[in-house]
């Protein structure tokens, strides 16, 4: 079959190398790519939210599956986009419907969706420009850290955690009164800081069925022992460690679970990846937050170990007959490196020529920021290239994908090297 994946980054070069090794597929598309997926499929450059442009690709190539990346054409309504249109509502598409994007779409319905369905989560309440002195005696109310979300989609930069009340309350004017990240925080929620040790879950669902892909555990600061500003995530490792066997079990009954039926009985209609934010406070598991796509850079550890016909699954969630599949997962540990631009995340450089990539051996290059240009792979982004290695444990994989780290180069190149410290 011909298929096209939505995306530019890390996430959407991984799920494109998984679906190449299909022999179900026929052609492969990726809009717009990077220099990793060129290598694999044909880059068409066309915008993921550009749904009009996306439709005449879909026909021409006759596209019959279309894989959504990102967050931003799902909460904008693509999948629905497609089921309106007489013309391309044949085509398959993997991901939510506009009504169950709001998951990730708005802090505030993820919480509420949460509580209505007993699902556990930190306390909240949240407030628009308005009630800005009710948002401050909240906050007076609360013990310190004080975590403050932007309602609404902010590239993965508006959640602010503060230890001091008179900040948390400055920042809280900023976002509401003065806009700080846009329309995304004309509400903002303010909720009870959970102290734990965050993981993500992964579910595959076909608005029925649903199967647990292995768990994850991502690192967001850009300094080293989690330190300094919040990133799109600077590596990740798979399986959590501390994830065993009853853990996971509390995290079906109580979250998995819950949130299936929840999405049934509140008609979202939902096929795709859900992305479960979850933070292991004592013993329980509890959610941070719902993304309604794979993470990044979690898909780079995540997707490999899936040993199944990838392009199988796909069908089988676009089918609804994710219950006839049997998940079948490498035991084996798998680790990644992020390395990123120079600056990153705050104002960083791009056009920085990459060498070296031909030099890495027993590991997996994940291109996330990058493009072609004169015959080179240039950097164009801030999170620039990915190393995926396997291990018998994340001590051999981290030390695999260092070592291969090593051999790439670029001007200004950066990458943590303390990733597991916590474990």
């Known amino acids: 079959m011909n298929i096209l994946v939505l995306g530019s980054g890390g996430r959407e070069h991984t799920i494109a190398h998984k679906i190449s090794q299909s022999p179900l597929l026929k052609s492969l598309f990726v809009a717009p790519g990077n220099a990793g997926t060129a290598q694999i499929a044909n880059n068409v450059a066309i915008g993921v939210n550009d749904f009009e442009e996306i439709k005449l690709l879909v026909l021409k190539e006759q596209i019959e599956l279309v894989v959504v990346g990102p967050e931003d054409p799902l909460v904008n309504g693509i999948h629905d986009f497609f089921l309106n249109d007489p013309e391309i509502k044949h085509v398959k598409i993997i991901g939510p419907q506009k009504a169950a994007a709001t998951l990730e779409g708005s802090k505030e319905f993820a919480k509420r969706f949460m509580m209505d369905h007993g699902i556990p989560t930190a306390a909240y309440q949240s407030f628009t420009s308005d009630k800005l002195d009710e948002g401050f005696q909240f906050l007076e109310s609360l013990n310190p850290p004080y975590v403050l979300k932007a309602d609404g989609l902010a590239a993965g930069k508006g959640v602010l955690i503060l230890n001091d009340l008179e900040v948390a309350k400055k920042e809280l004017k900023s976002m509401l009164m003065d806009a700080k990240f846009g329309y995304a925080s004309s509400t903002v929620v303010i909720e009870e800081f959970l102290d734990g040790i965050e993981l993500s879950c992964f579910v595959l669902t076909d608005g029925e069925n649903y199967k647990i892909l292995p768990t994850a555990k991502d690192y967001k600061r850009i300094g080293e022992g989690d330190t300094g500003l919040n990133t799109g995530g600077m590596g990740a490792i798979s399986p959590v460690p501390f994830a065993d066997v009853d853990f ?176």
């Open 248 to 423: 996971m079990q509390k995290i079906e009954e109580q979250i998995v679970k819950p949130t299936i039926n929840g999405l049934k009985k509140d008609n979202l209609p939902y096929v795709g990846f859900i992305f479960i934010g979850l933070i292991k406070v004592g013993d329980a598991p509890k959610v941070i937050e719902y993304n309604v796509r794979m993470g990044d850079p979690e898909t780079e550890v995540v997707i490999p170990r899936i040993k199944n016909d990838f392009v199988e699954l796909l069908q089988a969630m676009a089918a609804g007959k994710l219950d006839e599949v049997e998940l079948e997962i490498d035991k084996r540990t798998a680790t990644t490196v992020m390395a990123v631009s120079r600056g990153y995340p705050e104002a960083y450089e791009k056009g920085k020529t990459i060498t070296g990539i031909e030099k890495v051996k027993n590991a997996t290059v994940f291109h996330a920021g990058t493009k072609w240009e004169n015959g080179q792979v240039v950097t164009n982004g801030g999170r620039v290239i990915a190393i995926t290695s396997f291990g018998k444990d994340y001590k051999e994989a981290l030390e695999n994908s260092y070592q291969n780290m090593e051999k790439l180069h670029f001007e200004g190149i950066y990458y943590r090297k303390d990733l597991g410290f916590d474990l």
